[in-house]
């Protein structure tokens, strides 16, 4: 491998690793029931970690759900997800995601009413939270 390849591969580790990081921090900032001690040790630990788990493991985990990703139209890559975030609470023991209540909101007749999130829902909302930051700062970096 030149080193041009293998510059452009760790620039690329480092921008997940970083994107990650940051949407960890926003999503512990969002959701109550996600608890992340440590400091920045860990933020960068815990991206680091997620970025390694969403190249390899998520490719296999999708093959593997594919028949119910067709019949839930996708709908199932959320559990994958969510899969990924339990192993990374179990990889880096000072992030945490627990049950919550999400206190309501409403805004000009549109109500979600008070919600008791379970921990499995808790991964589930997490990861779909997650997955919407982080796209969103790959979004701005094409930008």
Do not use: D, E
Not at 73 to 95: E, Q, R
Not at 114 to 132: K, Q, R
């Amino acid at each position: 491998m030149s080193s041009s390849v293998t510059l452009f591969i760790m620039k690329g580790i480092l921008k997940n690793t970083v994107f990650n990081a940051i949407s960890l921090f926003i999503l512990s900032q969002v959701i109550s029931g996600v608890r992340i001690s440590g400091g920045i040790q860990t933020l960068l630990l815990s991206g680091l970690i997620l970025s390694f788990l969403f190249k390899i493991l998520k490719p296999i985990l999708n093959i593997f759900s594919m028949p119910l990703n067709l019949i839930t139209l996708g709908l199932f890559s959320f559990f994958t997800n969510a899969i990924l975030l339990y192993l990374l609470t179990i990889f880096v023991p000072n992030v945490s995601i627990s049950q919550f209540t999400f206190n309501g909101f409403s805004f000009a007749g549109f109500i979600i009413p008070v919600i008791h999130l379970s921990t499995i829902y808790a991964f589930i909302v997490c990861a779909a939270a997650l997955s919407i930051i982080i796209n969103f700062f790959h979004w701005l970096i094409k930008k």
